[in-house]
């Protein structure tokens, strides 16, 4: 088997993996990251963000505001 060949074959196989495993598509494995560790979902059944992730992006935001207000400011 010639190296094109097998590149076909390991292509079409990933394919048809990725298609009958829906649990390890890229969205489902990103809400699996996201979502909080201990209660998942709220009573109506929607999406509930991990805590350290909310904390994370709101520092992270503090800092590039804080970045761009001294970048701007030039005295």
Do not use: C
């Not at 009958?20 to 929607?46: A, M, Q, S, T, Y």
């Not at 991990?50 to 992270?60: R, T």
């Amino acid at each position: 088997m010639n190296a094109i060949t097998q590149l076909d074959e390991m292509h079409y196989r990933l394919i048809d993996f990725h298609l009958r495993n829906p649990r390890e598509r890229f969205g489902d494995v990103l809400l699996i990251w996201v979502e909080d560790p201990l209660k998942p979902r709220n009573e109506h059944g929607r999406l509930r963000v991990n805590p350290i992730l909310v904390l994370l992006a709101i520092v992270f935001a503090l800092v590039f505001g804080i970045f761009l207000i001294f970048s701007m400011v030039q005295s």
